[in-house]
């Protein structure tokens, strides 16, 4: 079965602080990959996705991530936090090629506070 | 413009009632997901819905039955309620994954439901 799986559950950064999340899959086939933002008490946001070509992807508020095939792996940077991107932070994956096509598997999250 | 509405927000009612969760996407999407957020924030699919079809139904009870009147609204309904059904419940949407392999589903607010 697919599944995700989001290296740190909790971290505490300071402000200017650089970020790293990580984020591993299991499967083979073809992927899309996405990284997504949860502020507290509000819906999930896009910040980035992969569907193909440039493995290095940029998204929105100065995040990035980079894409591994051979690693499973789509980690989440972004070189300097601020206390407003304390929240929750999602990989996900959807499968192609099968019944399940469009489904958006999660991994566990990773809660990002940044003191001030 | 809100792209994926829901409604209620917020949802408090008692064991055993029966309750209606509303979603409407003005995106012109032909594919509707729900999503539960448990109390430890993990994500995970329970419909999927591509123009009024179903596509994807994982293992959920049988007392959760989704309607979709039409490609812009897909609707759940929860018969029974139990203490374990609090959560939230997120709609999203997004182009068909089986014609489009790159696109990526919006989310609505999410609606809290807590079972008393």
């Known amino acids: 079965a697919q599944s995700v799986s989001q290296h740190n559950h909790h971290v505490i950064l300071s402000e200017a602080a650089s970020l790293e999340l990580g984020c591993n899959y299991s499967y083979g086939g073809t992927v899309n990959l996405f990284w997504y933002v949860q502020y507290p008490g509000q819906h999930l946001q896009l910040l980035l996705k992969?569907?193909?070509?440039?493995?290095l992807v940029k998204g929105i508020k100065g995040f990035e991530a980079e894409f591994i095939k051979s690693k499973f792996s789509f980690n989440l940077r972004k070189p300097s936090v601020q206390w407003s991107d304390t929240a929750e932070y999602f990989c996900?994956?959807?499968?192609?090629?099968?019944?399940?096509?469009?489904?958006?598997?999660f991994g566990q999250g990773t809660t990002l506070q940044v003191k001030p | 413009d809100t792209a994926v509405s829901q409604t209620p927000k917020y949802l408090v009612t008692q064991m055993g009632n029966d309750k209606s969760i509303k979603c409407e996407q003005n995106?012109?999407?032909?594919?509707m997901y729900w999503y539960k957020q448990d109390s430890k924030k993990f994500l995970k699919i329970m419909f999927s819905y591509n123009n009024k079809e179903l596509i994807i139904n994982e293992t959920v009870p049988n007392r959760f039955s989704p309607k979709s009147p039409d490609k812009a609204h897909l609707n759940l309904h929860i018969n029974s309620l139990e203490l374990g059904d609090s959560a939230v419940y997120f709609c999203?949407?997004?182009?068909?994954?089986?014609?489009?392999?790159?696109?990526?589903?919006?989310f609505g607010q999410g609606t809290r439901l807590t079972v008393v």
């Open positions: 995106l012109g999407h032909d594919t």
């Open positions: 996900a994956v959807s499968v192609y090629g099968s019944s399940n096509t469009g489904k958006l598997i």
């Open positions: 999203a949407s997004s182009r068909n994954p089986r014609t489009d392999m790159n696109t990526e589903a919006f």
């Open positions: 992969y569907f193909s070509g440039d493995p």
